[in-house]
């Protein structure tokens, strides 16, 4: 009779390891209570909270990634740091997601504090949740427990769901609220059931002894078909699995790799639901434009990350044994996602549904990193999350700037002459755009090279391909936005202005969109670090 670890003994160290998500929680609680002595001059304090509570979070973050640094120093073969009876590894891999998850937490909450004063609707639960959201992000990110995993899944999309309704006179607000909750339940549902088939075939929740359990399987099938081809060789195979594993040698190969399959077949579902992948994309384009516009960057790039994020833990860890079979069905998937999103996203009028397609097209590109399998594949998906997030939040952070009493302003004829009515928003919306479509010299043209050049070493030739000429209909659509801004007369529309934490958002955004695309080493080198020590 195997022993159950007590789940509720744990040790300082264990503490230590969480100590980032602490934070964020503790700092979330705090402004839940401190908002209630806020009058409506000092709500802007719930946003400077919420960015110290990122700061304490990283400052943690950072503390283990120094113990991380000198761990690696010292030769330790683990590569990380196990806690909560191993239901908790903190790796490179999950300082690499969890800094992802501060840095849009952090933009996304310089960007509301205007845009809630303009919709009346600054309170601190707004926050609170964001940061309840990042700390569900994180645990995906460093859960090596199928249960760590799905409440950090479950504490995200929960958040999100109420974030997405949060303009509850907004009748586009609560109906994207509902059919994000009512999709993602239903996704989750999938997903658990995925994940009791795991559980099922690994006799465990861990996901490194679940893998192990399925590579076994995955040989022992080899060779129960190699007793199948007859001969010397078959029956002396078929003995020897018949001295360790009596009467496997009768079991049938494919009734035997059904229930692999059937789970594969159903976490992929769920996770596809997540990152927005078609065909599971049906609620990316009504949640991007009912939500509130900060939320909506925030779905588009936080969401991703930590979905892929986890996407990557499971596939690479429980299903890396079988990487040759599943391979195809992540390519069909990100096929599906280019051509959906692309082709969807050049009828589109709605600026944030545009994003909301072309978040879908994204998805493909990202994908076809983890179809290639390769070190070069896994990095170039990292780097692609990571320069994502800042083009992406700069792209919905201008729609914010253009947010007026009586103007909503995420429509292409609200676009019309920013040129004229303001140079700087123009020409960061430019650069943007051109980033979103991969053109050079901006981080996304880096991004698109990354997969290309890990789907050609490879041997994936024609998916290459189709990656490089979806590009073209990228081109015009994002190019559209762009007439508006720099073609088209200005009209009678207010000209722009900036608050402080816009500004400082973007100029990071653009910063990073730029810097990354010129000079792409030191964020290469960081996308190699999130693979650099594996268990």
Same mark, same amino acid.
């Given at each position: 009779? @195997?022993?159950?670890? +007590?789940?509720?003994?744990? +040790?300082?160290?264990?503490?230590?390891?969480?100590? @980032?998500?602490?934070?964020?929680?503790?700092?979330?609680?705090?402004?839940?209570?401190?908002?209630?002595?806020?009058?409506?001059?000092?709500?802007?304090?719930?946003?400077?909270?919420?960015? *110290?509570?990122?700061?304490?979070?990283?400052?943690?973050?950072?503390?283990?990634?120094?113990?991380?640094?000198?761990?690696?120093?010292?030769?330790?073969?683990?590569?990380?740091?196990?806690?909560?009876?191993?239901?908790?590894?903190?790796?490179?891999?999950?300082?690499?997601?969890? =800094?992802?998850?501060?840095?849009?937490?952090?933009?996304?909450?310089?960007?509301?504090?205007?845009?809630? !004063?303009?919709?009346? !609707?600054?309170?601190?639960?707004?926050?609170?949740?964001?940061? #309840?959201?990042?700390?569900?992000?994180?645990? *995906? %990110?460093?859960?090596?427990?199928?249960?760590?995993?799905?409440?950090?899944?479950?504490?995200?999309?929960?958040?999100?769901?109420?974030?997405?309704?949060?303009?509850?006179?907004?009748?586009?607000? +609560?109906?994207?609220?509902?059919?994000?909750?009512?999709?993602?339940? #239903?996704?989750?549902?999938?997903?658990?059931?995925?994940?009791?088939?795991?559980? &099922?075939?690994?006799?465990?929740?861990?996901?490194?002894?679940? &893998?192990?359990?399925?590579?076994?399987?995955?040989?022992?099938?080899?060779?129960?078909?190699?007793?199948?081809?007859?001969?010397?060789?078959?029956?002396?195979?078929?003995?020897?699995?018949?001295?360790?594993?009596? &009467?496997?040698?009768?079991?049938?190969? #494919?009734?035997?790799?059904?229930?692999?399959?059937?789970?594969?077949?159903?976490?992929?579902?769920?996770?596809?639901?997540?990152?927005?992948?078609?065909?599971?994309?049906?609620?990316?384009?009504?949640?991007?434009?009912?939500?509130?516009?900060?939320?909506? =960057?925030?779905?588009?790039?936080?969401?991703?990350? %930590?979905?892929?994020?986890?996407?990557?833990?499971?596939?690479?860890?429980?299903?890396?044994?079988?990487?040759?079979?599943?391979?195809?069905?992540?390519?069909?998937?990100?096929?599906?996602?280019?051509?959906?999103? +692309?082709? =969807?996203?050049?009828?589109?009028?709605?600026?944030?549904?545009?994003?909301?397609?072309?978040?879908?097209?994204?998805?493909?590109?990202?994908?076809? &990193?983890?179809?290639?399998?390769?070190?070069?594949?896994?990095?170039?998906?990292?780097?692609?999350?990571?320069?994502?997030?800042?083009?992406?939040?700069?792209?919905?952070?201008?729609?914010?700037?253009?947010?007026?009493?009586?103007?909503?302003?995420? !429509?292409?004829?609200?676009?019309?002459?920013?040129?004229?009515?303001?140079?700087? %928003?123009?020409?960061?919306?430019?650069?943007?755009?051109?980033?979103?479509?991969?053109?050079?010299?901006?981080?996304?043209? *880096?991004?698109?090279?990354?997969?290309?050049?890990?789907?050609?070493?490879?041997?994936?030739?024609?998916?290459?391909?189709?990656?490089?000429?979806?590009?073209?209909?990228?081109?015009?659509?994002?190019?559209?936005?762009?007439?508006?801004?720099?073609?088209?007369?200005?009209?009678? =529309?207010?000209?722009?202005?900036?608050?402080?934490?816009?500004?400082?958002?973007?100029?990071?955004?653009?910063?990073?969109?730029?810097?990354?695309?010129?000079?792409?080493?030191? #964020? %290469?080198?960081?996308?190699?670090?999130?693979?650099?020590?594996?268990?």
């Amino acid at each position: 009779m @195997p022993t159950v670890p +007590n789940p509720f003994s744990f +040790n300082r160290q264990d503490l230590v390891l969480i100590m @980032p998500q602490l934070q964020l929680v503790l700092f979330g609680l705090g402004i839940l209570l401190i908002d209630f002595w806020m009058d409506a001059k000092t709500k802007y304090m719930n946003a400077v909270l919420a960015l *110290m509570g990122t700061v304490f979070s990283g400052y943690a973050l950072s503390r283990l990634y120094i113990q991380l640094s000198v761990r690696a120093e010292m030769g330790e073969k683990a590569g990380g740091l196990a806690g909560f009876h191993d239901s908790i590894f903190v790796d490179p891999f999950a300082i690499f997601f969890s =800094a992802l998850f501060l840095a849009a937490t952090a933009l996304v909450a310089l960007l509301s504090v205007k845009y809630l !004063e303009i919709e009346e !609707e600054h309170h601190g639960e707004y926050y609170a949740l964001m940061l #309840f959201a990042c700390a569900g992000m994180m645990f *995906m %990110a460093s859960g090596n427990d199928l249960v760590v995993l799905f409440l950090g899944l479950e504490t995200m999309a929960i958040s999100f769901y109420v974030l997405t309704g949060f303009l509850r006179r907004e009748r586009r607000s +609560n109906e994207a609220a509902v059919k994000y909750m009512l999709l993602g339940a #239903f996704s989750s549902g999938i997903l658990a059931y995925g994940f009791s088939l795991l559980y &099922g075939i690994g006799d465990s929740t861990n996901i490194q002894g679940i &893998g192990t359990r399925l590579a076994e399987r995955v040989r022992v099938m080899e060779l129960v078909k190699m007793t199948q081809m007859g001969g010397a060789m078959g029956e002396q195979v078929r003995r020897s699995l018949e001295t360790q594993l009596p &009467g496997i040698a009768q079991h049938d190969p #494919f009734l035997w790799q059904v229930l692999p399959v059937l789970a594969f077949m159903t976490v992929a579902a769920g996770l596809f639901f997540k990152v927005a992948a078609a065909p599971f994309h049906q609620w990316a384009p009504d949640v991007y434009e009912g939500a509130p516009t900060p939320i909506a =960057a925030y779905v588009s790039v936080a969401s991703k990350a %930590a979905s892929f994020a986890m996407m990557v833990r499971i596939f690479v860890a429980v299903f890396g044994a079988t990487h040759a079979q599943w391979l195809y069905v992540v390519a069909a998937v990100a096929v599906a996602s280019l051509t959906w999103g +692309n082709l =969807a996203a050049i009828t589109q009028t709605n600026v944030k549904r545009l994003l909301a397609y072309s978040s879908i097209a994204h998805s493909g590109y990202i994908l076809l &990193g983890l179809a290639a399998g390769s070190a070069v594949g896994l990095q170039g998906l990292a780097y692609y999350l990571m320069v994502y997030l800042f083009m992406t939040t700069g792209a919905f952070a201008l729609v914010i700037v253009l947010r007026r009493k009586g103007l909503i302003g995420d !429509e292409l004829e609200d676009l019309n002459g920013l040129y004229q009515r303001s140079p700087a %928003a123009a020409v960061l919306l430019l650069i943007f755009m051109m980033s979103l479509a991969g053109i050079p010299p901006t981080a996304g043209f *880096m991004a698109k090279y990354y997969i290309l050049q890990a789907l050609i070493n490879t041997q994936h030739p024609v998916l290459a391909v189709i990656a490089a000429l979806y590009i073209v209909p990228a081109l015009y659509y994002y190019f559209r936005v762009v007439v508006h801004a720099w073609m088209k007369a200005p009209g009678d =529309a207010p000209h722009p202005v900036m608050s402080l934490g816009q500004a400082v958002a973007l100029t990071v955004a653009v910063f990073v969109t730029l810097a990354a695309g010129v000079y792409p080493e030191p #964020f %290469a080198q960081l996308a190699r670090f999130a693979f650099s020590i594996g268990r």
